[in-house]
Every structure is written in structure tokens, then in C-alpha cells.
């Protein structure tokens, strides 16, 4: 039935999440064995777990957000264009599933740019990821046709302009940001704070203190990438007040849990 096809396509984009940490694992040269257990281990997260088991869309999003490291990791590798295209095609899909993830684009865009300013001047591959990061975004074309047939759910009514506008733009949830000010952003630390006390044993909170020294040590502009990540990830999950924010850490959890594979 649908309910147990929804939960299935959870696990089963939990899955592959997991598989792609395994190849970010192998972009930052840990050997076979480690890599794996990096994605184990940020397979069995409390959190993220929790997500693969439930019709949700947060595990569907952790694959996005760790295909487009991926691809950022392995163009800062190589520099072959290929995979700046793949990045904005990624980026443009992700956003017709949780625009949220959009607060992380300029962390890889800086990161990108800082690490070859020289793209600036590239205008014929700027137009080129401009277009590949539009094309998926025609989805939304979906939704007010799908509105128009006047189906049993239509979530937003998006059968006309604005409608759909605020739709895409999630409109109805800009209000929940700093909703009840430093009041609520200090009970949402206090979430933080409890549910990362669940994802991992104590052992392996110390091996990613461990893994952020060695970064610091073999290459400071990983560590900076995956810093700004966390502290992205953290100031939008802070601020959106929310009864059930924890899935919103997941990108700090699985941040988390490459630094305990370094």
C-alpha cells in the first residue's frame, strides 16, 4: 500500500546517503575500511535512523546534501568542470524537494569561488551551471496543473501566480523564524544539545574532536568547508521554531560523523 511504499523509499534514500558518505570517505583518502565505518556510523545515528523508518522527506534531503559535498570534493580534487555541472543540476533538484537546503548554497558557492576565482571570468561555464540549476526547477510546473484537477490534497491551492509563489517559497513557514526570539533559540540549543547526546557514544564524540585536528593539520580548507556547514546548519536550525526540529540536525549529525572517520 502507499503508507509502507513511503516508509520503504525512506530506507531506501537512507541507503544511498550512506553510500554516498562511503565516497566522500574515499575524496578525503580514507582507505576502504574506514570509510565504511564512517558511513555506518552515520547510518545508525539516532536521528537519522529515526528518519529512514517514517514516510518523511529528511532522508531524500541528507542525500542531496551529501551528493552536492561530493561533487565539491571531487571537483576541488580533479577541477574538471563536469562536476560543477552535476553540482548545480543537484542543487536545482534539491530545492523542488526541501527548499530549506537552500541556505547552504552559499557556503559552497564561496567555497568554489575561493578556491578558483578564475571562474569569474569563465562566463561560457557560469551560463551553463545558471541553466543546469534552473532546468530542474521546471517541477514546479507540476504543481498548479496538479491543483487544477482539484485533488483530494492541495496543500497551498497553488493554482494561480502568487499562490504558487508562496507556495515554492514555503511563505507559510517564514513566520517560525526567531518566532519567539534568543528565548527560542536558546530552547532549540537545548534540542541540540539532548539529541546529540543520543546519536553517538561518548568514544566517538572524541574521535571527531580527534578528526577536526587532524583536518586542522592535512588540509585547513576542508575543515573551514565543513565548519561553515555546521555553523550553517546550525544558525537556521537554531533560529526555525519548530516542534520537531531534531530532523533538521541531521546535516550537523552526519557533518559530525565524517570528522569521526577522519
Not at 576565482?117 to 561560457?124: H, I, R
Not at 491551492?157 to 507556495?167: Q, R
Amino acid at each position: 500500500n502507499m503508507a509502507m511504499r513511503m516508509n520503504l523509499l525512506s530506507a531506501f534514500f537512507a541507503a544511498l546517503t550512506s553510500v554516498m558518505i562511503f565516497l566522500i570517505g574515499r575524496v578525503l583518502f580514507l582507505n576502504r575500511f574506514t570509510a565504511t565505518a564512517t558511513s555506518l556510523i552515520a547510518a545508525f545515528s539516532f536521528t537519522f535512523w529515526s528518519q529512514a523508518v517514517v514516510a518523511e522527506v529528511y532522508t531524500l534531503a541528507a542525500l542531496f546534501f551529501c551528493s552536492m559535498i561530493f561533487l565539491t570534493l571531487q571537483w576541488l580534487r580533479d577541477q574538471q568542470e563536469r562536476w560543477l555541472l552535476l553540482l548545480a543540476l543537484t542543487a536545482g533538484l534539491s530545492l523542488t524537494h526541501h527548499v530549506i537546503i537552500g541556505v547552504f548554497f552559499p557556503v559552497f558557492v564561496l567555497f568554489i569561488l575561493l578556491n578558483k576565482p578564475s571562474l569569474l571570468k569563465n562566463w561560457k561555464l557560469i551560463s551553463r551551471i545558471v541553466l543546469l540549476f534552473l532546468l530542474p526547477l521546471l517541477l514546479y510546473l507540476y504543481l498548479p496543473i496538479r491543483s487544477a484537477t482539484n485533488p483530494v490534497n492541495d496543500w497551498g491551492n497553488p493554482n494561480t501566480l502568487s499562490k504558487m509563489v508562496d507556495h515554492v517559497s514555503a511563505k507559510q513557514f517564514g513566520s517560525l523564524f526567531f518566532k519567539y526570539g534568543m528565548d527560542g533559540v536558546r530552547f532549540q540549543w537545548h534540542v541540540f544539545s539532548d539529541a546529540l547526546k543520543n546519536q553517538f557514544p561518548l568514544i566517538l564524540l572524541i574521535f571527531g574532536v580527534i578528526g577536526v585536528i587532524a583536518c586542522w593539520k592535512r588540509e585547513k580548507k576542508i575543515l573551514f568547508f565543513f565548519l561553515a556547514l555546521l555553523l550553517v546548519g546550525m544558525g537556521y536550525a537554531s533560529a526555525y521554531y519548530i516542534t520537531d526540529i531534531e530532523p533538521h540536525f541531521t546535516y550537523i549529525f552526519l557533518s559530525l560523523a565524517l570528522f569521526m572517520g577522519l
